[in-house]
């Protein structure tokens, strides 16, 4: 029978357990690893690098995880600072350049070739709905988790949802149910 | 009613569309990178063993080759069979309430 989460992060606590932080490593990667790459714009090799930051960070800090949330809530919380902190080195962050970023974004502007590639609709969204939108739309967070993540408000995280929702059905508004 | 079932639709695509990223080499390559375990437990069963030989080096010397437990064992096993009995039990409830409530706080502390 497998083991649960909360028994893996118990063996790694007790025994220093390698073979149970791989489970979680094996158990976790492709959603963390998936979350980097949209949050990089499908850099594989950083989005990588970054996965596998954020998972030697978990390790070190597995004393820390006090079990209030889900361990994949507080994996993602790691993998988002890990994705700050990169992108605050590179000055890539949201925010410093917000004029350009939303004249690139606007749905008017987008090749209508590409609208019925959700993967590049959700490229071209804000960071901060993308990651909103990610979070709670893909890997299916509660607002109330994603906020944990992201560590923001409750209510911005239910904004930028409803905003990159939005945009996202604007931009693939041919491509609807039929 | 339209508004609702592009809703859906768009929900739908979003979780379909979620790629499964295969593994391919990636746990190997962070549990390689992972600090060698440090084997607390041998250290602590040495260390504890070691105090537990001192501490009773000093006690057998301080108390005069131990003679007070001869003593003590003599006075225990001049009681009522009665009093020895409500001893036992009561030091079995004592160190079986301590040993559950440890295995509580470290479930807790671990989930």
């Keep these: ?178 | 009613m339209d508004e609702q079932l592009q809703e859906d639709w768009l929900e739908r695509r979003l979780r379909e569309e979620m790629p499964y990223i295969d593994d391919a080499g990636f746990t190997a390559r962070v549990v390689q990178k992972l600090p060698a375990p440090v084997s607390r437990q041998s250290w602590r069963a040495v260390i504890l063993i070691s105090v537990t030989l001192l501490a009773s080096v000093v006690t057998y010397l301080a108390s005069d080759g131990g003679r007070f437990l001869v003593v003590a064992a003599y006075r225990f096993a001049s009681m009522p069979l009665v009093f020895i009995s409500l001893v036992a039990i009561c030091a079995t409830l004592v160190a079986t309430a301590v040993a559950a409530s440890a295995a509580v706080a470290q479930t807790r502390e671990t989930r």
């Excluded at chain 1, 690893?33 to 714009?41: P, Y």
């Excluded at chain 1, 030697?56 to 994949?72: D, P, W």
């Excluded at chain 1, 974004?105 to 969204?125: F, G, I, Y």
Aim: net charge neutral.
């Design chain 1, 1 to 178: 029978m497998p083991l649960n989460d909360a028994d893996l992060v118990a063996r790694v606590l007790v025994d220093d357990d390698h073979h149970a932080f791989a489970e979680l490593v094996r158990n976790h990667q492709s959603a963390v690893r998936g979350l980097l790459r949209q949050l990089t714009r499908n850099d594989v090799a950083l989005a990588d690098d970054l996965a596998q930051e954020a998972f030697l960070r978990a390790y070190k800090n597995i004393r820390s995880f006090r079990g209030e949330a889900k361990f994949s809530t507080w994996l993602y919380r790691i993998a988002y600072n890990c994705f700050r902190e990169e992108a605050r080195k590179r000055k890539e962050l949201v925010g410093i350049d917000e004029t350009k970023l939303e004249a690139e974004q606007d749905p008017q502007t987008v090749d209508p070739a590409l609208k019925h590639d959700l993967m590049h609709a959700l490229q071209l969204l804000p960071l901060n709905e993308r990651t909103a939108i990610l979070l709670c739309c893909q890997n299916g967070l509660s607002h109330d988790e994603a906020a944990r993540v992201l560590d923001i408000p409750l209510g911005t995280v239910k904004t930028n949802v409803l905003r990159g929702r939005e945009k996202l059905k604007k931009t693939l508004a041919a491509w609807g149910p039929n």
